[in-house]
């Protein structure tokens, strides 16, 4: 195995400071006056974005909350700019910051050397079927990876004899291909919501399964963006009662969503955000669908059978394909060789209060 100081193969000083990333979390260069590497596991930047979105993705908060210091997103994006303008946003960041990440390593464990008092960071070469090992070195070890590197796979009784197509809904690209084909998807979180709405904007009849509850809110609420409102009321309202006024907005614009298969949990959104991690559904037109038939609302899944899947209510569904619309999770517990109770603090940040 290769040692290198993490910034060795541009220049042979010692290194400062690592930066690892997969998720366009650029780190901001002014910050740091140091020798710094960037080392990514895909072939590209903003992989996720890239390789695993489906093609009408939009952001789903407004631009000026999803853009990088110092580059604001261009005067001509829309407010809810799509992929392909994240990704072109992204790539001029990367140029004009003259970010140069090295690709295709895959860092397989970090571990802080007492003794050197050095951040030892183990990488394998994802490029070319020859496995090239190499250590890299540095003072400080910053950790980008994002909580959505690692797809969550149920395990569900029978889906292996399933025999239709199944897919996790990261690599869902349209809804074309399944024009009047009955797609089961499992999960009505915003990916779940979102990819059965797109299969109905194709003609496919998707089912969509909520096991537990789920917050909907509106995108917007009186032309404002529903984030943007619950980031000013936070300034001057206790959380809870922030979540009982965006429960009656929601009300007040979406009706009762317990008509039509969902039901809301009983902490409010932004409680249940902080407290859970998980995020409200911000409805872009699933909900409309919902009421309308065109998307079904059924059940938790008992098992599959070939074609088919059997619901806990007992009923029995014929289905040609499944997308797992079951989210993500962080893989930093797998190669960040810290102790516990600092690991708990990467697991625990994202329940920390977002932004609000
Ligand atoms: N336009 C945008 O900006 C978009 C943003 N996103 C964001 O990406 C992140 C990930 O979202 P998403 O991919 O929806 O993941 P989530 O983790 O938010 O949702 C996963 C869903 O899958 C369900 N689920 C998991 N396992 C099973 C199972 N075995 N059977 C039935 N249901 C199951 C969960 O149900 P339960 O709650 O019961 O566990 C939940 O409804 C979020 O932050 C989201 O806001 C996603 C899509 C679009
Ligand atoms: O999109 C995400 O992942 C979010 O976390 C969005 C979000 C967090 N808290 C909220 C409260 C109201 C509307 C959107 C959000």
């Given at each position: 195995m290769t040692v290198l100081t993490l910034s060795s193969s541009r220049d042979p000083k010692e290194a400062d400071m690592a930066r690892i990333w997969t998720?366009?979390?650029?780190?901001?260069?002014?910050?740091?006056n140091l020798d710094v590497g960037l080392l990514v596991q895909a072939d590209c930047i903003a992989s996720l974005w890239q390789k695993r979105?489906?093609?009408?993705?939009?952001?789903?908060?407004?631009k000026q909350f999803c853009q990088l210091p110092k580059l604001p997103f261009?005067?001509?994006?829309?407010e809810y700019p799509t992929k392909n303008q994240f990704i072109e946003y992204l790539e001029s960041y990367a140029k004009h910051f003259d970010i140069n990440p090295q690709f295709n390593k895959c860092v397989q464990s970090a571990k802080y050397d007492e003794a050197c008092r050095l951040w030892r960071v183990k990488t394998v070469s994802t490029s070319d079927s020859t496995r090239s090992e190499v250590e890299y070195i540095c003072q400080s070890l910053v950790v980008?990876?994002?909580?959505?590197?690692e797809r969550v796979m149920p395990e569900i009784e029978g889906l292996q004899e399933f025999g239709g197509e199944v897919m996790h809904a990261c690599d869902y690209k349209s809804?074309?291909?399944?024009?009047g084909k009955k797609v089961l998807v499992v999960g009505c979180g915003n990916s779940g919501m979102e990819v059965s709405l797109d299969l109905c904007n194709h003609n496919a009849k998707p089912s969509m399964v909520v096991r537990s509850s789920v917050h909907v809110l509106p995108r917007e609420i009186f032309g404002k963006s529903t984030f943007l409102l619950a980031t000013l009321m936070m300034k001057w309202l206790p959380l809870w009662m922030v979540d009982k006024l965006l429960l009656i907005l929601a009300w007040l614009i979406?009706?009762?969503?317990?008509?039509?298969?969902l039901k809301r949990p009983s902490v409010g959104p932004l409680e249940l955000k902080n407290t859970q991690g998980k995020t409200p559904v911000l409805d872009i037109g699933a909900l409309e669908k919902i009421r309308s038939g065109d998307i079904a609302v059924v059940p938790a899944i008992k098992r599959f059978f070939p074609g088919m899947v059997e619901l806990v209510n007992g009923e029995k569904l014929e289905m040609d394909s499944v997308v797992l619309a079951t989210g993500y999770r962080s893989n930093v517990p797998y190669w960040l060789q810290v102790r516990k109770f600092v690991l708990s603090l990467f697991i625990l940040y994202p329940l920390l209060p977002f932004g609000l």
């Open positions: 998720e366009p979390n650029f780190l901001v260069p002014w910050t740091v979105t489906y093609d009408r993705l939009k952001l789903h908060l407004p261009p005067e001509h994006f829309p980008a990876t994002g909580d959505n590197a809804g074309e291909k399944y024009h979406l009706g009762k969503i317990d008509n039509y298969g």
